[in-house]
C-alpha cells in the first residue's frame, strides 16, 4: 500500500475535519480507554460521542451507523446500570467469558439484525453501502450488549467492527474517523488481552 496515500488521505481528513467530528473522535477515545480499564466513565463519554454520530451518520447517509449510534446511547444506559448495580454479596460486575448459550444468542442477534437492516436499507434508503454498513452496524449491536455485560468477546466484535469500518468511513469521505477506527482496532486488541487477564483474576479470587 502507498503510505504517501495513506498521509495525503489523513492530511485532506484534517482539513475537512469539522469541529463537531473532532469532538465525536476525542470522546469516542476516551470511551475505548475507559473500558479497557474497566472505568464507569466509558459510558458518560461514549454518551456524548454517540450522540454526535448520530448527527454525523445521517448527514452521510450511513442510517445503519446512525440507528447504531441511537441504540449505542441507550445501551449506554443500561450499562452504566448494570456496572454500577452489580450481584447481591459482589463489590463489582466481575469481567466473565460467554457460555455456549451466550454464544448462539449472540450469534443469532448478529444474523437477525444484519437481515433486518440489509433489507430496511436496501429497500427503503439512498444507502450506497447496504451490505457493509449493515454488517458493521449488527456486529457493533453485538458488542455494545456483551459489554454491557462484561464479557470477554465483547472485543473481538469490536476488533471486526473496527476493522470494515476503517475502509467504510474513508469510502464516504470521513477520514479522520476511518483513522479513528483504525486506532480503535489496536485498542480492541489491547482490551481483549486486558479483560482475559481481568477475567482470571477474578476466576481466580472466586
Not at 439512498?126 to 456483551?146: E, I, K
Request: net charge neutral; charged share 15%.
Amino acid at each position: 500500500m502507498d503510505c504517501q496515500w495513506i498521509i495525503n488521505g489523513f492530511m485532506e481528513g484534517l482539513q475537512h475535519m469539522t469541529w463537531l467530528e473532532a469532538l465525536a473522535v476525542v470522546f469516542g477515545i476516551a470511551s475505548v480507554f475507559f473500558s479497557m480499564r474497566e472505568n464507569i466513565l466509558v459510558y458518560p463519554t461514549g454518551i456524548i460521542s454517540t450522540l454526535i454520530y448520530v448527527w454525523i451518520c445521517l448527514e452521510v447517509k450511513l442510517y445503519a451507523d446512525m440507528g447504531i449510534n441511537a441504540y449505542f446511547f441507550s445501551m449506554s444506559i443500561y450499562g452504566w446500570y448494570v456496572w454500577t448495580h452489580p450481584r447481591p454479596g459482589k463489590s463489582i460486575l466481575p469481567v466473565t467469558w460467554l457460555k455456549w448459550k451466550g454464544w448462539i444468542y449472540a450469534i443469532a442477534l448478529l444474523v437477525a439484525t444484519y437481515g433486518v437492516l440489509y433489507f430496511v436499507l436496501s429497500t427503503y434508503t439512498d444507502s450506497d453501502v447496504p451490505y457493509w454498513d449493515s454488517f458493521t452496524t449488527s456486529s457493533a449491536f453485538v458488542g455494545m450488549y456483551l459489554m454491557a455485560k462484561k464479557k470477554v468477546e465483547n472485543w473481538i466484535a469490536w476488533i471486526i467492527t473496527d476493522l470494515v469500518s476503517v475502509p467504510l468511513y474513508f469510502y464516504k469521505g470521513l477520514i479522520l474517523t476511518s483513522f479513528q477506527f483504525l486506532f480503535f482496532t489496536i485498542l480492541a486488541v489491547l482490551g481483549l488481552i486486558a479483560w482475559i487477564k481481568s477475567e482470571k483474576k477474578h476466576a481466580r479470587s472466586a
